[in-house]
């Protein structure tokens, strides 16, 4: 669930904050993320991946 989604000023850089209810569910909305034509990366710290459920998450992405 995305809770929000920051666009950078100056700058094609995103940030999301959301909760993921398992880490599986995480791993596949940032590989989603990866595999839009529309983002040039997406990256997500190691952090995001530390628990196995109930995930607060922070991703960064850019824009192409």
């Not at 959301?18 to 710290?45: C, E, K, Y």
């Amino acid at each position: 669930r995305i809770q929000s989604v920051e666009f950078q000023s100056g700058s094609k850089d995103v940030a999301i904050e959301g909760f993921a209810p398992t880490r599986a569910s995480l791993l596949d909305f940032i590989a989603a993320l990866q595999a839009d034509q529309r983002l040039l990366r997406a990256s997500s710290p190691v952090a995001n991946l530390v628990k196995e459920a109930d995930i607060k998450f922070f991703i960064t992405a850019t824009v192409k």
